[in-house]
């Protein structure tokens, strides 16, 4: 049996059309099912739905053989134990400093302000501050960052943008990239040496299906 992680929402979307080009589908739709393990056509592969930040953890310990997770999340898990053999382009978005619309954040750091941050990805953000040579607070969220600065948790966020909707809602502005963000897939090692047969067909169709979106 191959088991292949991955959460719902828009990786689960955008990551069913990739399945299907391996000639994988699933059962069940994971949105409407309460499902945690779901069937696919083929006896032999299922999929297992869990939180987004999880998928490494079930990849690393071997509990799936597969999974399919932002690289937002790999560079905080640390990746000990997986293999990232594809860049699957899927669920892009870019990781933002966004600061409030009237804060003056290149003036800040002018003045050598230490800013108060806050984030979900507390590793990326240490080290994207410590490559610029600034100090900084780092307080840990959980989500909805951009209320941050708006109550005076923080100066400054670190999370992910898309389409710019969630900051320009709340009046915020972003003032510099973190990084480019997309989903990858990441692999169980010991699980590739043992099951190279199947995982293989799997991993070439994939590669096959992003070369003809690109
Ligand atoms: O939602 P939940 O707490 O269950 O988990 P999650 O947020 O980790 O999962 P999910 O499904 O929301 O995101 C899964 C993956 O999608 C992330 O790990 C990213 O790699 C990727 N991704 C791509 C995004 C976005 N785009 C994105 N825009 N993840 C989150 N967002 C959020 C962002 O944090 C911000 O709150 O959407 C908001 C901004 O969107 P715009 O369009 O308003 O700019
Ligand atoms: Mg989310």
């Known amino acids: 049996m191959i088991t292949i992680a991955l959460s719902k929402g828009r990786i689960f979307e955008e990551t069913a059309p990739l399945l299907a080009a391996a000639g994988i589908h699933a059962a069940e739709d994971p949105e409407a099912s309460r499902k945690l393990i779901i069937e696919t056509n083929r006896p032999d592969v299922r999929l297992i739905i869990v939180r987004a930040t999880d998928v490494p953890t079930y990849v690393q310990y071997g509990a799936a053989d597969l999974g399919i997770a932002g690289k937002?999340?790999?560079?905080?898990?640390?990746?000990?134990?997986?293999?990232?053999?594809?860049?699957?382009?899927?669920?892009?978005?870019?990781?933002?400093?966004?600061?409030?619309?009237?804060f003056d954040y290149f003036g800040s750091i002018r003045s050598g302000a230490r800013l108060k941050v806050v984030?979900?990805?507390?590793?990326?953000?240490?080290?994207?501050?410590?490559?610029?040579g600034m100090h900084v607070d780092l307080i840990k969220l959980y989500g909805s960052?951009?209320?941050?600065?708006?109550?005076?948790?923080?100066?400054?966020?670190?999370?992910?943008?898309?389409?710019?909707?969630?900051?320009r809602a709340n009046k915020l502005k972003a003032v510099e990239?973190?990084?480019?963000?997309?989903?990858?897939?990441?692999?169980?090692?010991?699980?590739?040496?043992?099951?190279r047969d199947k995982l293989q067909p799997i991993m070439d169709a994939f590669q096959t299906a992003i070369a003809k979106n690109k």
Do not use: W
Not at 119 to 132: C, D, G, L, P, S
Not at 177 to 195: H, M, P
């Open 145 to 167: 960052m951009e209320l941050g600065p708006l109550v005076g948790l923080a100066d400054v966020i670190v999370d992910l943008v898309s389409t710019g909707g969630t900051l």
């Open 177 to 195: 990239e973190v990084g480019d963000i997309s989903s990858r897939l990441v692999v169980n090692q010991a699980s590739l040496k043992l099951n």
């Open 119 to 132: 984030t979900k990805y507390v590793k990326t953000a240490r080290e994207h501050f410590a490559a610029k």
């Open 72 to 102: 937002d999340v790999l560079d905080e898990h640390g990746g000990d134990g997986l293999y990232q053999p594809i860049d699957l382009q899927i669920a892009k978005c870019k990781m933002m400093v966004a600061v409030r619309e009237d």
